[in-house]
């Protein structure tokens, strides 16, 4: 499987459109690559209730969220921090960014001094304090989108990002853990100074559904360490599946 990045999504609508007028047997006169020339759209809301001849329905968000939450899907999670900012009236990502701080701090009571975020995906220097985290975890079970949220997270040993996390299964104390802990993973690495990768950044945080039956919220996190290659970094994981397994059978 190969992917590539739509740098610039106007433009690639616009292209696919044609393509599907075309296809339908629509004749287009523009050409079908060339880049989307918005300055000739009408002002925004501009059209009434009245001009609205279709309306295009896309999927239920818990959809989106799966394919974002499973595999990790960053430019979906900063579209869907921009989508929320429209729902608070705003339109740009730091606008988008402080209607979240103010959510935060209004219905989980999370300080600003608690993180540190410059987008929607937990790209960069973005930061958050273990409390925080856990917070959210913790008082996400009262939420009635709760479910979905919980089943668009990845599952240990079986599928999203860590469906490959299955060092821990060959200790069979730990083996009953595979499809008991949901949790989105973060990577943050750079390229070494002196050959190598720093790990910035790597963690687990989500759910466990215990040996014993009792459900934990919880956080793993690696900072700051070198290692020699790509393979040494996905050994980080394997290591705190194995952690999240001790906590499945601890606990």
């Not at 759209?41 to 959809?63: C, E, H, M």
């Not at 979240?100 to 220097?125: C, H, M, R, W």
């Amino acid at each position: 499987m190969q992917t590539f990045r739509i740098a610039n999504p106007a433009n690639y609508a616009r292209t696919v459109f044609i393509e599907a007028l075309e296809a339908d047997g629509v004749k287009v006169d523009a050409p079908v690559v060339e880049a989307n020339p918005t300055q000739i759209l009408p002002a925004k809301n501009s059209y009434s209730p009245a001009n609205q001849v279709a309306r295009l329905t896309g999927l239920d968000y818990a959809q989106d969220a799966k394919y974002i939450l499973k595999v990790s899907y960053n430019i979906g999670a900063d579209t869907s921090l921009v989508l929320y900012g429209l729902t608070q009236g705003v339109d740009s990502m730091s606008a988008s960014l402080e209607a979240e701080q103010t959510n935060l701090a209004a219905k989980y009571g999370i300080p600003s001094s608690e993180y540190s975020f410059v987008d929607g995906s937990g790209g960069g220097q973005t930061t958050a304090t273990t409390g925080a985290v856990t917070k959210v975890l913790i008082d996400m079970r009262n939420e009635p989108e709760f479910n979905a949220y919980k089943a668009a997270l990845p599952v240990l040993a079986k599928n999203g990002s860590l469906g490959f996390v299955t060092d821990f299964e060959s200790d069979p104390t730990l083996a009953g853990a595979a499809g008991q802990v949901e949790a989105k993973t973060g990577t943050y690495i750079l390229a070494g100074a002196s050959g190598g990768l720093d790990v910035k950044g790597q963690g687990f945080g989500g759910y466990i559904q215990t040996r014993s039956g009792k459900n934990l919220a919880f956080m793993l996190v690696v900072n700051n360490v070198q290692v020699s290659d790509l393979q040494a970094a996905i050994q980080i994981f394997q290591d705190e599946g194995t952690i999240s397994a001790m906590l499945w059978r601890d606990y």
